[in-house]
């Protein structure tokens, strides 16, 4: 299924970090787009000849793709899910302005209140960045 964004993360501008959902399969997996444009929030205090997105950023586009897997699984309806971490981020090149990113994100456990997915980046059908991530469920 293709959800709206705003119908399963409940983050708003600025802090939605992805555009739309390609595909979200309820407790398995999450696929989602992000058109960086030079017109970003977090470009504000950097200068005009070198701008990368902060890596930071990229992984919270991913955590937030990762959420849509577990949101939209019946017994997690209306519930609030937590980015509880980062294991092993690979990153193997910046993010810049133009780019048009593809974030992956499989969930490897899901038990409980806790939740374990390996999320990937990719820009041109080539894996920029790979991190296991960690969700807890309120």
Request: aromatic share 10%; glycine share 8%.
């Amino acid at each position: 299924m293709k959800p709206e964004v705003n119908d399963v993360i409940p983050q708003r501008y600025p802090f939605q970090m992805i555009d739309r959902f390609l595909n979200v399969e309820a407790g398995k997996n999450a696929t989602a787009v992000k058109l960086i444009s030079i017109n970003e929030w977090f470009f504000a205090n950097q200068g005009a000849h070198q701008l990368a997105v902060p890596r930071p950023i990229m992984i919270e586009a991913m955590a937030q793709t990762g959420v849509a897997a577990i949101l939209t699984l019946q017994q997690y309806h209306g519930k609030n899910v937590f980015f509880g971490g980062i294991k092993n981020a690979v990153f193997q090149d910046d993010f810049r302005p133009g780019d048009r990113l593809i974030f992956n994100v499989e969930m490897k456990k899901l038990r409980a209140n806790i939740g374990l997915g390996h999320g990937t980046i990719t820009r041109d059908d080539e894996v920029i960045c790979e991190a296991d991530l960690i969700f807890a469920v309120e």
